[in-house]
């Protein structure tokens, strides 16, 4: 028996000894646990038989107080699996001092709530869920603020007279001995959240502590260093967020939203203050959004970000993205496409004389990668390429890019009035934002242009009834669209720790399968490690849905079908694929994940057999 198995035993026996099961329904909780697959807890099957919950379990556990580790714990309780736990324990080890609660709610393996509910109970003390402690002043004198600072703990007197010292981290406190000397009283322990303890604390010494003032040499440092770090990890986007207490620092990576680091609040002003003197904007104003942009030299190369300042009640948020942070252009052959849809696109898309081409899909999936490497195909020595782009995120020798700059008056409607008498081959519109935008694209390809452009919406469909809801006519939509490209990013398993995954049928239905008709179907899924900054995943990988336009579809159009329609009609006579069959063929080959599937896909049907995908995407 591991220890593991030995721990939920014991803890199951206690259930019964309290009373919360019989053993006649232990009996069968362990003959069900014996033919289950994998190190599920047994007390994970007494709660999915609706023997127990959690309650219950948490209150056993408080009464009964056991000598439990609090990983072991958090196992026991179905919060954290086996490999999170690994990982968060090796993130641990490569960062000394860190504790493992703090490394756990950092990585988004669990709340900080569910962290401090079993914190709670391991301890057993109260867990406060409280956004605001009403501390009291004469134990706060006679304890003194900076002690209380230095033990992260706010005290509480009881109407009994015993003092409660709330703490961040109660396995740091002093003996109680010590704490009852040093209060006069009878000390009990709780705990609350750290934003919590840290806004009480804030207030405690506010009026006492005149804090350190923030040096100029300091905060030009810091940035350089969060500006440097993003560069270095390949981050899109650098979030400084005021918080009551604390100036909380994210950056997107792959996608996704992950903390960074928090700063103290006397930093935010004098920050932002730098932000806007190196972004060009009003450093006198702070009521009003602001927008800038930074040019930032890193060795040998120049990154431009784009700055935006925006008021909240704690004050000014930004934002910096970085737009140019990649060492070159991909080639269109590079941006993810399978083979049969790369050669869909090239043959019948790019080397299509005239049209417009909608590259679609929300804010960071990849749209203007798809574009800029259409654009490199088509730029040769006989074609006259022109773009109008807010910004120009890369510059492209060859091509007349044009950057649209509202201050001065070159606007996107000034600059496309203007566009189509530049005798351009080739048209390229940064993005369709009103009709204004439509009606040029459209007006363009009728002339015998080819538009490149891109779009805001769900998928490949969406973007052609979009057209439609702007008052577009639906005969000038299908007699001048060539092809809509809807695309997602999604994360990349990390080849260092990736390990086989085969999908319970529960995972299996939410695909939209059958779990009768696929009895198995193994993906990917990353452990973590030092390699992926034990995310367990590491660069991004594109999942598109191309729709190249044939009669039939046209038809539909100007028929105006439902999307439900268009969608069977463009499945069945163009062959398309959609988002979430090309995600699950890319997690089939180990790409991705079957989580970052249900993360970023939409599923607007029942996607077809795996071997008929592999077979109009031309891949084994």
Do not use: W
Not at 23 to 43: S, W
Not at 184 to 199: C, K
Not at 249 to 263: A, F, K, N, S, T
Not at 437 to 465: M, N, R
Request: aromatic share 4%; proline share 4%.
């Amino acid at each position: 028996m591991t220890e593991t198995t030995a721990l939920s035993s014991q803890i199951a026996e206690l259930l019964v000894e309290e009373g919360r099961i019989d053993r006649e329904q232990l009996e069968y909780a362990r003959r069900v646990h014996a033919k289950l697959p994998g190190t599920r807890p047994l007390v994970s099957v007494l709660r999915e038989l609706g023997y127990v919950d959690d309650r219950q379990v948490r209150q056993t556990l408080q009464h009964r107080r056991l000598d439990l580790r609090l990983g072991d714990l958090l196992l026991e309780m179905g919060l954290l699996k086996d490999s999170e736990l690994q990982s968060a324990l090796a993130l641990q080890a490569s960062r000394p001092g860190a504790k493992l609660g703090h490394v756990l709610v950092d990585n988004a393996y669990l709340s900080e709530d569910a962290l401090l509910d079993m914190l709670a109970v391991q301890l057993g003390i109260p867990y406060l869920r409280t956004d605001r402690i009403e501390y009291d002043d004469q134990l706060v004198k006679r304890m003194r603020p900076g002690t209380l600072k230095r033990l992260r703990a706010v005290p509480l007197r009881s109407a009994s007279g015993e003092v409660t010292l709330v703490f961040e981290d109660p396995l740091a406190a002093p003996p109680l001995d010590d704490l009852q000397q040093l209060t006069g009283a009878t000390v009990s322990l709780a705990i609350a959240r750290r934003q919590t303890i840290e806004a009480a604390l804030t207030q405690i010494t506010s009026t006492r502590d005149p804090g350190v003032r923030v040096t100029e040499n300091e905060v030009v440092r810091k940035v350089n260093e969060l500006i440097t770090m993003a560069i270095a990890d390949g981050v899109s986007d650098i979030h400084l967020e005021p918080l009551k207490d604390k100036l909380r620092v994210r950056m997107r990576q792959d996608g996704v939203l992950i903390p960074r680091e928090d700063l103290p609040r006397d930093i935010l002003r004098p920050l932002v203050s730098r932000l806007k003197v190196m972004a060009g904007a009003d450093i006198a104003e702070r009521r009003r959004h602001q927008d800038g942009r930074i040019i930032f030299e890193h060795g040998s190369n120049k990154i431009d970000l784009r700055v935006s300042f925006y008021g909240t009640v704690f004050g000014e948020k930004t934002v910096l993205r970085l737009l140019n942070n990649r060492s070159r252009l991909l080639d269109v052959s590079e941006i993810g496409m399978t083979p049969r849809t790369l050669e869909n696109f090239r043959e019948n898309v790019l080397d299509n004389p005239s049209g417009v081409v909608l590259v679609t899909g929300p804010t960071g999936s990849g749209k203007t990668t798809t574009l800029y490497g259409s654009i490199n195909y088509l730029n040769n020595p006989n074609t006259s390429i022109i773009t109008a782009e807010d910004p120009v995120e890369y510059v492209i020798e060859g091509i007349n890019q044009c950057s649209i700059n509202t201050k001065i008056g070159v606007t996107y409607e000034e600059t496309l009035r203007h566009i189509v008498r530049q005798d351009p081959d080739v048209i390229v519109i940064g993005e369709i934002r009103d009709k204004f935008s439509a009606d040029t694209a459209i007006q363009a390809a009728l002339t015998g242009h080819k538009v490149l452009t891109t779009f805001h919406t769900e998928d490949s469909i969406g973007g052609l009834l979009r057209l439609l809801h702007m008052d577009i006519e639906a005969f000038l939509i299908s007699s001048t669209v060539v092809c809509v490209v809807a695309q997602r990013l999604l994360r990349r398993v990390c080849t260092h720790c990736g390990e086989d995954h085969e999908l319970t049928p529960d995972e299996i239905r939410r695909l939209g399968y059958n779990p009768a008709e696929v009895r198995r179907l193994t993906f990917r899924r990353g452990s973590g490690c030092p390699e992926c900054n034990f995310l367990g995943y590491r660069g991004r990988v594109g999942v598109f849905e191309v729709l190249v336009l044939d009669e039939q579809v046209r038809d539909a159009l100007i028929n105006r079908k439902t999307s439900f329609e268009i969608r069977r009609i463009c499945n069945q006579s163009t062959g398309m694929v959609s988002l979430l069959e090309d995600g699950i063929v890319k997690a089939s080959q180990g790409h991705t994940s079957f989580e970052e599937i249900l993360r970023t896909l939409p599923r607007l049907g029942k996607p077809r057999p795996l071997p008929e995908l592999h077979r109009l995407l031309g891949v084994k």
